[in-house]
């Protein structure tokens, strides 16, 4: 250990924000295109989401 906290903590601090944020819109994306998809998919073609299958 160097016993450079203050360093350690800011250039975590400095990556993992930008990771949080990066999975977080990904995730968010994908989950809109999966939504989009299932409209499509249930309304213009005529049958059901598969949520809705049972």
Do not use: C, Q
């Not at 944020?21 to 989950?31: K, N, V």
């Amino acid at each position: 250990m160097t016993g450079a906290t203050g360093e350690a903590l800011s250039i975590g601090l400095a990556t993992n924000v930008p990771k949080t944020g990066t999975d977080y819109s990904y995730e968010r994306a994908w989950a809109r295109v999966a939504w989009e998809n299932s409209v499509i998919n249930g309304v213009f073609r005529g049958r059901r989401a598969s949520r809705d299958r049972r």
